[in-house]
């Protein structure tokens, strides 16, 4: 990519994902969102005047479903939204996965829009396969990272987006004037601290140390634990351990054992519930292991 027509810089992800959707949906346009999905997609896709047409990923292992995407193409589909490493199952797609998708769409004009903020948290064996690996994605395809998710410091609000030329010019007309530019004293603090490339180099092993404390603690639990194979997610079933859905159970979970956890309903649309709710272990060790402490006595 080059750095001055293909590359830019925004304030963090979200709003590139806004940007993105605003540069090229248009009024009565569909875009397919895979749920469960980051809650910020849907409302993008409306903001612009655009459908959100919503394919679910397989309950139980949040795998695509290439047949239900690619059925659900038609003449009014304008992009696709995907999010590897996925917020909030934890799951990573496959070089396998990324070729199907190419494949889907390379009799098409359909864009993607590839949500990959948690690239440099994906763990042993799985490895991350950007959108940018393959030729035929890259051509039709904003991909979107995050400084903040990177490097800890999501309250900068600092992300890019790498996009063909002539998809970033129209990116640029309307990032022009929803931000205009992004706060110059922190690009310059990332830049200098990205001499180094070490902290993102090391960031698997650091936060699989963390998942790994988290998922063992969580063996001593009733919860059934589902894989985490990047960001810093872990889902598990409810199933053994109450009766409550989920988002009942994340309530009274927080107000009276007072560890907190999300629903997987509210990645939903339609709130469907599968006894499945999302902790993070993005926190410091004394922290996870109170929470396993008081998850055990469940």
């Known amino acids: 990519y080059d750095a001055a027509s293909e590359i830019t810089v925004?304030?963090?992800a979200t709003q590139a994902i806004i940007t993105a959707i605003l540069a090229v949906?248009?009024?009565?346009d569909e875009v397919i969102v895979l749920e469960p999905c980051y809650d910020s997609y849907v409302p993008n896709i409306e903001l612009a005047g655009g459908i959100a047409v919503r394919v679910p990923l397989?309950?139980?292992?949040?795998?695509?479903?290439?047949?239900?995407?690619?059925?659900?193409?038609?003449?009014?589909?304008?992009?696709?939204?995907i999010n590897s490493p996925h917020n909030p199952s934890a799951t990573v797609?496959?070089?396998?996965?990324?070729?199907?998708?190419?494949?889907i769409l390379a009799p098409?004009?359909?864009l993607l829009i590839s949500d990959e903020v948690y690239e440099h948290m994906v763990y042993a064996p799985a490895e991350h396969q950007s959108v940018a690996r393959f030729p035929g994605l890259a051509a039709r395809a904003f991909i979107i990272s995050s400084f903040g998710?990177?490097?800890?410091?999501?309250?900068?609000?600092?992300?890019?987006?790498?996009?063909?030329?002539?998809?970033?010019?129209?990116f640029?007309?309307?990032?022009?004037?929803?931000?205009?530019?992004?706060?110059?004293?922190?690009?310059?603090?990332?830049?200098?601290?990205?001499?180094?490339?070490?902290?993102?180099?090391?960031?698997?092993?650091?936060?699989?140390r963390k998942r790994d404390l988290f998922r063992e603690g969580l063996k001593r639990t009733k919860f059934k634990l589902l894989p985490s194979?990047?960001?810093?997610?872990?889902?598990?079933?409810?199933?053994?351990?109450?009766?409550?859905h989920e988002a009942e159970f994340c309530q009274w979970l927080t107000t009276e054992i007072g560890v907190a956890a999300i629903p997987l309903s509210a990645f939903y649309g339609d709130g469907f519930d599968q006894r499945v709710v999302r902790f993070c272990y993005a926190k410091k060790g004394d922290t996870l292991q109170q929470a396993l402490q008081r998850l055990a006595k469940l």
């Not at 797609?93 to 494949?103: G, H, K, N, P």
């Not at 194979?229 to 409550?244: H, K, M, P, R, T």
């Open 108 to 110: 098409t004009d359909v």
């Open 229 to 244: 194979e990047g960001s810093y997610f872990q889902c598990v079933d409810i199933s053994a351990v109450s009766d409550l």
């Open 58 to 81: 397989r309950p139980g292992t949040f795998r695509p479903d290439f047949d239900k995407i690619a059925a659900t193409i038609n003449a009014r589909t304008r992009a696709i939204l």
């Open 172 to 208: 640029r007309k309307v990032h022009q004037f929803n931000v205009f530019t992004v706060n110059t004293p922190m690009q310059y603090g990332l830049a200098a601290y990205m001499a180094d490339p070490a902290p993102y180099l090391e960031l698997p092993a650091f936060y699989q």
């Open 10 to 12: 925004t304030a963090g």
């Open 93 to 103: 797609w496959t070089r396998d996965d990324m070729l199907r998708l190419q494949e």
């Open 25 to 28: 949906v248009h009024s009565g």
């Open 149 to 170: 998710k990177t490097y800890h410091v999501t309250g900068w609000k600092v992300g890019t987006v790498a996009a063909p030329a002539p998809l970033t010019a129209e």
